[in-house]
DNA sequence: AAGGTGACCGGCC
DNA sequence: TGGCCGGCCACCT
């Protein structure tokens, strides 16, 4: 019944996969939808994320690491402290040894039969 | 219905 | 890595 059809939801359904500690990319994220180019759907998506605490948008960052979308927390620094509590370093708003928190999610465009 | 927008990505220098 | 340019595609007015 979840509204799959919505390319919003499918990124949802994605971002709320992220284990505890862990990032991923917009890119990312695009291509376990299956739009690898659409990553910027991606990020419009997570910007109607707003008010959803089941999706931790402060796991998601561009494809440097780099805070993009810190800019459009309620706190300025909210989603660096947020990852910064899980355990991840950042440094000028960029996560520090991106490649060790990086988390890849599964093509679960279909997993959510489950 | 058409145009503009955007929390991006990849390629090139 | 950093800066610039083009492409991409769904959402909003």
Same mark, same amino acid.
């Given at each position: *019944? &979840? #509204?799959?059809?919505?390319?919003?939801?499918?990124?949802?359904?994605?971002?709320? $996969?992220?284990p505890y500690g862990s990032v991923t990319t917009y890119g990312?994220?695009?291509?376990? !939808?299956?739009? &690898?180019?659409? &990553?910027? *759907?991606?990020?419009?998506?997570m910007n109607a994320s707003h008010g959803l605490? #089941?999706?931790?948008?402060?796991?998601?960052?561009?494809?440097k690491g780099l805070l993009s979308g810190k800019h459009h927390f309620d706190g300025t620094h !909210? *989603?660096? $402290? !947020?990852l910064e509590s899980e355990g991840i370093e950042i440094?000028?708003?960029?996560?520090?040894? !991106?490649? &060790?928190?990086l988390w890849i999610p599964k093509l679960d465009f279909e997993e959510e039969g489950e």
């Open positions: *019944m &979840a #509204d799959e059809h919505n390319f919003f939801e499918r990124v949802y359904i994605v971002v709320r $996969q992220i990312a994220i695009a291509k376990a !939808l299956g739009a &690898a180019r659409s &990553a910027r *759907m991606v990020g419009w998506a605490d #089941d999706v931790p948008a402060h796991r998601v960052v561009n494809r !909210l *989603m660096q $402290q !947020l440094v000028d708003n960029q996560i520090v040894n !991106l490649e &060790a928190h």
